[in-house]
C-alpha cells in the first residue's frame, strides 16, 4: 500500500457489504474520510472574502458577530456516520401534546395580533404583528391547533436576535 491508496479486504460473510466498508473505513485513519485532526472548527476568516455586503449587513444588524470570522464550521459532536446520527435520535424526549390544551376560538393568539388573514378557505392563515418568540404557553397551544387545522401558518417580520437564517425551534 503506497502512502495514497488503500486495499480494502472484504469478507463474504452476513455483515452486508455497505456495513463492511463502513466498518473499515472508521477503523483505518489512512481511509477515514472524517479527518478530524486537520480540520479547523469554529469561525472561518477566509469566509468573510466571500461573503455579498449585502448579506454581511443582514448578518451583522441581525447581530451575528463576524470579527472572526464567517460562517462557523461546527463542533466536531456532529455526527459523520448514519449510526452516530442514529445514536442521537435514541435519546428520550418529553412529549407533550400541545393543541389539546388550546382554547377552539384561539383568543389568546388572535387576540394579541395586529391581523389575522386567512389566505384561502381551508388552508394558509398569516398571523400580522405578532413575535414567535415572545409567545406565552397558552398562545403556543393555539398556534399548535391553528396549525393543525390551517396546515400552514406565516409569521413576517420576525426579531431574531442574532439567529438570521438560522431555523428557530420553538420551545414548548
Not at 54 to 76: A, F, H, I, M, W
Not at 144 to 156: G, N, Q
Amino acid at each position: 500500500m503506497s502512502s495514497g491508496t488503500a486495499t480494502l479486504q472484504l469478507q463474504t460473510t452476513e455483515i452486508p457489504l455497505d456495513r463492511q466498508v463502513e466498518q473499515i473505513i472508521k477503523s483505518n485513519r489512512q481511509l477515514a474520510s472524517n479527518k478530524r485532526e486537520q480540520v479547523v472548527y469554529g469561525p472561518d476568516p477566509e469566509g468573510l472574502k466571500i461573503l455579498p455586503p449585502n448579506t454581511r449587513k443582514r448578518l451583522e444588524e441581525g447581530g451575528v458577530d463576524l470579527s472572526k470570522g464567517y460562517p462557523e464550521r461546527p463542533s466536531q459532536d456532529v455526527p459523520i456516520f448514519l449510526d452516530e446520527g442514529y445514536a442521537i435520535r435514541d435519546d428520550d424526549y418529553p412529549y407533550v401534546e400541545r393543541g389539546k390544551n388550546a382554547d377552539l376560538e384561539k383568543k389568546a393568539l388572535f387576540g394579541a395580533a395586529k391581523e389575522v388573514i386567512h389566505l384561502t378557505k381551508h388552508i394558509g392563515t398569516e398571523i400580522v404583528g405578532l413575535q414567535l418568540a415572545e409567545l406565552t404557553d397558552q398562545q403556543k397551544d393555539e398556534l399548535a391547533l391553528l396549525v393543525a387545522e390551517r396546515a400552514v401558518v406565516f409569521f413576517r417580520e420576525q426579531n431574531h436576535h442574532g439567529l438570521v437564517g438560522v431555523q428557530i425551534e420553538i420551545k414548548w
